[in-house]
């Protein structure tokens, strides 16, 4: 299993990727039910990222109302959970 790459950093940028990690609030918010391939994916995309966002600023912290509205995103649909 792949360990997430949070360095306790927190912020997100106007696109809501944060600026410690460089992952986007939905890979922070379902890091834990991701699986290795996923994880490993997200690890691939990281160095370019924080290339391309180096010198940015946080616009906001990783704020609870954040992670709620990405928890949702991310909720299966009651069609996804049957099947």
């Known amino acids: 299993m792949k360990q997430s790459p949070c360095v306790a ?5 106007d696109e809501d990727y944060c600026m ?3 992952r986007h609030i939905d ?9 290795d391939e996923q994880k490993k994916q997200i690890w691939l995309k990281l160095a370019e990222r924080k ?5 940015r600023e946080n616009s ?3 704020s ?7 928890e949702q995103r991310l909720k299966p649909s009651e069609s996804d959970e049957v099947n």
């Open 9 to 13: 950093h927190c912020g997100l940028n």
């Open 20 to 22: 410690g990690c460089y």
């Open 27 to 35: 890979e922070i918010v379902g890091w834990s039910n991701a699986s």
């Open 51 to 55: 290339s391309l966002m180096q010198g």
């Open 60 to 62: 906001a912290i990783l």
């Open 64 to 70: 609870r109302e954040k992670w709620i509205e990405a």
